[in-house]
């Protein structure tokens, strides 16, 4: 039996090995599906729901969903476009995301998929939630301001770096990362050299003492979207 | 901590197996106790299981009737969902208030009485209700509540509050509540005499495929909601591989307007166990839980005493009624105040000791269960259904009800009507039909299946409940033409965002959005093109969300503008100057206002 | 045939967004050949002289006052053009929103490490505006017909979108013409 598994993405045959996720497959071949809580490494979440693509018909979680013999997946429509920025709209008011002193900006993920999307402002009503700033640990911080709830560092502490330093408390709109400790981070091992810290795609798990080190202008996503990377490893391989 | 309190930890976690996998048990157990976990007890729970404290933390926060603060000896939750804000709530909380001289969600300076609401308890038939501790208090109005704290100021003990009991096994020494059973209406499958071992008997005579093919041959379907065919599911479960496998009862009745579990767990609890069993024998699995959601804590000590008659009697436990190589027990995981329990995959999550996330899926429960393990969850209802169809076969179930729904619903039905109450009905039911039988006569809008499902109006009173049509997991709200359609919705949506398990953006996000501009139509700040809003919203929140509860919840909102659209209509108004109708003035220079102590100077020309 | 108008606004915003339009450098001249400014900081032109066609505004409602000369653009403006973060956003002032706003004025006028204020009272003023209870992006106030984010805008990205709606082009902008700081 054939270990290779042939599907489509916007109407282009692919074929990836059995057991790949939509998302990974689609990135074997050139194919940038926009992602936030995903992280190559670590086990998939599946929580931001950016990476939503409609398989056989049915919206579902590209990070999540393994790839089926004949399924015909559509990433780049317009319908698809519609709900991630939505989405990408509705984690920008949850939270407060001050990009412009922000030390993430210009390598923020989050921001990058609005640049991407070419969002102007979200539709939705910003709601300004009062959330707390753990200070307390003398090289790193988290800036719950800007915690878009992903899972990354929580996962990469523990699945890379071998700690338990992190984890969800509470539920719904109050849901928040938590120090495995009393009082914060600085009960914990966590330190500023864990594979965490460079797992936080937006401002909120940060080291400390190091901020603005890059110039505008020479930031990860000043010149081109994110993705990109992705989408023009396929051209090169094309040419 | 004292030295008391850590004892009782520890011994609680060694009578648990140090199990991390039982920490439910052990945090109820701690909450019961102490009316808190503290920070000291998460230390050590973490520390006896060998888990991080802050995954205990996280199952702790979690849950609604568990807490790391200080609660009162007497934690009064006032049951809050439409059935009771009609009856009365507001009128209660207050009474409330004033009585024990305390706001929502505030402990009493003597440290007796903490006052909260929680979502629907399932008393919707005898509401407004409350639960006193794990005591359940019905029929409450405010004449009754300054009795009630009165009496409980003298000893904090809610039981005595039970002056008078229930009919059937609310009565039962074990069980010793209030709450009535309002069977209105028998039908042939679920409220019928019952002796125990009699549908297994018959089953052990048959194969395991012959019992999954009865299952099939009966056209079975989940009676959960979403109708999912059961021996399909059986099929599945019995194909996985595992070297264990597991049969998971869903007695976490958490939406509201629900109740006939609650019924069928006082009445009928050995026609689930033996569902179980049978579902058991189907598949090969050797452990049964049934997941008893909190609310329903005064049904504990019952069920696991009926569990103990059927292992004397052989009915559970090794070699059942002597088939060797058939072993077989149960045991219940109660819950602790969280909707989303409900949800299969969440509900596995529950029972294994985490925090009642959802589960990604695939891989589904019947190929990756409880531990990793093919899983079977199915409703109570559906359990007992299984019972009779092994017990009277599978022609005499499919012979009820209609083609693509066989066999009998229950229905919990509440609100405007005279006779409100569990019913039993052929599936195939006229809305029509079922309002008159339950006295309503003056029917405006039904809500069939809880917040989840939908709100229809007249114009789909001729509609019938069945999978094909009107499928619902029991749910009938009533409503009178003086009901406030929108403030249903809104009653809805507090309780989606109140029940988000926050997991996925759309739905931790997005519900408070659409609450947010409900609340803003129903101010009359809302605009023509708000409609569009909610719409957009709503899909998006639908499509994109990763369980059932996200993919449901716009639901009040959608049905309710295609149902009722005037109700919208009537509020909306377009501002012509380019203004946001949302945005007050006044009202956003209240405060400065107040600290300036003069109100706003106009400058404008 | 006269010009098209444009007028401009800073509300809570520190005028850095229109430091960005003078940044537009000689580009200026190509600009005031397509338009008159009306009512403007930049010719400290103080009412409107009638309708104008772009009204552009700079940072967010953050008094009775920015309200006011908000919804004053609204009435006057065909196009109205949120500017900047603070405008979008609420931006840097909106810092404050998760505060309530008697601690704010406290910590301001009371308590602050910086403070000498002897009476201990909060200015009361009938002439200084009362703060809103929060800073309002200006499309939470009015409707708004486009955004330019950026902490400021760039003068490439002010140009270009006034320029593209004075010929009633679609505002179209590349990539690395829309940030956020």
Redo the contacts between chains.
């Keep these: 039996m054939s270990n290779t598994i042939t599907f489509s993405i916007d109407g282009k045959e692919i074929e990836c090995k059995a057991g790949r996720t939509i998302l990974d497959a689609a990135e074997e071949n050139g194919i940038y599906i926009p992602r936030l809580c995903h992280r190559k490494g670590v086990s998939p979440h599946g929580s931001c729901r950016v990476c939503t693509v409609i398989a056989n018909g049915k919206p579902m979680a590209a990070c999540t969903t393994p790839v089926t013999p004949g399924m015909v997946v559509e990433n780049d429509a317009e319908e698809v476009t519609a709900m991630r920025k939505a989405i990408i709209e509705m984690l920008f008011v949850e939270g407060n995301h001050f990009c412009m002193f922000c030390e993430k900006s210009g390598n923020c993920e989050l921001q990058a998929l609005a640049y991407r999307f070419g969002i102007a402002a979200p539709r939705y009503p910003y709601l300004f939630p009062h959330r707390e700033i753990d200070f307390g640990h003398p090289d790193v911080f988290i800036d719950h301001n800007r915690c878009i709830l992903c899972a990354r560092c929580i996962r990469t502490s523990r699945e890379i770096d071998g700690k338990e330093v992190l984890g969800f408390v509470e539920r719904g709109p109050r849901k928040k990362v938590a120090a495995n400790a009393e009082h914060g981070l600085r009960e914990t091992e966590i330190a500023v050299g864990d594979e965490a810290m460079a797992a936080c795609p937006v401002g909120a798990l940060m080291p400390k003492h190091v901020g603005y080190q890059v110039p505008i202008g020479k930031r990860e996503f000043d010149h081109e979207p994110i993705g990109s990377d992705i989408e023009k490893e396929a051209k090169a391989s094309t040419k | 901590m004292n030295l008391a309190e850590r004892s009782f930890i520890t011994k609680l976690c060694q009578s648990c197996g140090k199990d991390p996998h039982r920490l439910m048990d052990i945090i109820i157990g701690v909450q019961g106790a102490y009316a808190r976990v503290s920070g000291d007890a998460m230390n050590l729970i973490a520390a006896e299981l060998g888990l991080p404290r802050v995954d205990v933390e996280s199952a702790v926060s979690f849950y609604q009737f568990l807490s790391k603060e200080q609660k009162g000896h007497v934690r009064i939750r006032l049951c809050d969902d439409i059935i009771d804000r009609m009856y009365g709530f507001d009128r209660i909380l207050k009474a409330f208030s004033e009585e024990l001289g305390i706001g929502l969600n505030q402990t009493t300076p003597d440290g007796k009485f903490t006052f909260e609401t929680t979502a629907c308890i399932g008393m919707c038939d005898q509401a407004p209700a409350a639960l006193m501790n794990n005591v359940v208090v019905t029929n409450l109005n405010s004449d009754s509540v300054h009795d009630l704290v009165e009496s409980l100021r003298k000893n904090l003990n809610p039981e005595q509050l039970v002056k008078k009991t229930g009919n059937g096994n609310n009565s039962h020494p074990l069980v010793r509540a209030m709450v009535q059973n309002n069977i209105r209406r028998r039908g042939p499958v679920i409220f019928q005499d019952f002796t125990p071992g009699e549908a297994l008997r018959k089953g052990l005579a048959m194969s395991p495929m012959e019992v999954i093919r009865s299952v099939k041959t009966a056209r079975l379907r989940g009676r959960g909601g979403a109708g999912f065919p059961t021996g399909m599911k059986w099929e599945f479960t019995r194909a996985a591989a595992g070297d264990r496998k597991f049969i998971m009862c869903n007695a976490d009745e958490g939406e509201p307007g629900t109740f006939k579990d609650r019924v069928i767990l006082t009445e009928k609890p050995n026609l689930i166990f033996e569902g179980m069993t049978l579902a058991g024998y189907a598949i090969g699995a050797g452990e049964g839980i049934l997941y008893l959601r909190g609310e329903y804590t005064y049904l504990l000590d019952f069920l696991n005493e009926t569990l103990k008659e059927r292992r004397a009697s052989g009915l559970l436990g090794k070699s059942i009624l002597g088939k060797d190589g058939f072993d077989f027990d149960i045991r219940i995981q109660l819950g602790a105040g969280a909707y989303i329990c409900g949800e299969e995959t969440a509900l596995i999550s529950s029972c294994e000791g985490l925090r009642g996330d959802p589960k990604n899926r695939p891989p589904f429960p019947a190929q990756k269960g409880y531990l990793g393990y093919p899983t079977v969850v199915n409703n109570v209802e559906t359990f007992c259904c299984v019972s009779r169809i092994i017990e009277h076969g599978a022609g005499w179930f499919a012979e009820h009800g209609t083609k693509g729904s066989s066999g009998t619903k229950l229905l919990s039905v509440s609100g405007d009507c005279r006779m409100p109450g569990v019913y039993e009905v052929p599936f195939g039911i006229s809305i029509h039909e079922l309002l008159e039988m339950v006295g309503a006569d003056d029917t405006y809008a039904v809500q069939i299946g809880g917040p989840s499902g939908q709100l229809i109006g007249r114009a789909d009173f001729q509609r019938t409940i069945c999978f094909d049509d009107l499928a619902t997991g029991g749910a009938v709200m009533i409503f009178d033409e003086d009901r406030d359609v929108l403030e249903i919705v809104q009653a809805f949506m507090d309780f989606f965002v109140h029940e988000s398990c926050g997991y996925c953006t759309p739905c931790r996000v997005g519900n408070v959005l659409l609450k947010k501009k409900l609340e803003e139509i129903r101010a009359g700040k809302g605009e023509p093109s708000d409609l569009e809003y909610l719409k957009s919203l709503g899909e998006t929140i639908k499509a994109t969300s990763r369980c059932g509860l996200g993919q449901t919840s716009p639901n009040p909102i959608l049905t309710s503008m295609a149902h009722f659209p005037d109700a919208y209509l009537k509020l909306l108004h377009e501002d012509k100057q380019g203004y946001q109708p949302t945005f007050d003035l006044d009202e956003a220079v209240a405060t400065a206002a107040r600290i300036a102590g003069h109100g706003r100077v106009h400058h404008e020309d | 045939m006269s010009k098209p108008k444009i007028a401009t606004a800073s509300l809570a915003g520190c005028f850095g967004c229109h430091m960005s339009l003078l940044d537009i450098d000689e580009r200026i001249l190509d600009l005031v050949e397509l338009v008159d400014f009306d009512k403007s900081p930049i010719n400290d032109l103080k009412?409107f002289t009638g309708k104008v066609q772009i009204g552009l505004i700079e940072g967010g409602c953050s008094t009775?006052?920015n309200?006011?000369v908000l919804?004053?653009f609204?009435?006057h403006c065909e196009i109205?053009i949120?500017v900047g973060?603070c405008a979008?956003?609420?931006?840097?002032p909106?810092?404050r929103?998760?505060?309530p706003?008697?601690e704010c004025?406290e910590e301001a006028y009371c308590n602050g490490p910086t403070v000498y204020n002897p009476s201990g009272a909060?200015p009361?003023d009938?002439?200084?505006p009362?703060?809103?209870?929060?800073v309002?992006?200006c499309?939470?106030?009015?409707?708004?017909d486009?955004?330019?984010?950026g902490?400021p805008p760039s003068a490439d990205t002010l140009f270009q979108a006034i320029v593209a709606l004075l010929k009633n082009e679609p505002v179209d902008?590349p990539?690395?013409l829309?940030?956020?700081?």
């Design positions: 009412k009775d006052e309200v006011q919804r004053d609204r009435r109205l949120s973060d979008t956003q609420g931006g840097i909106a810092m929103n998760t505060v706003l008697l004025l909060i009361n009938p002439e200084v009362l703060l809103l209870d929060k309002y992006p499309h939470e106030v009015v409707k708004i486009y955004f330019l984010p902490c902008l990539y690395e829309i940030k956020y700081d």
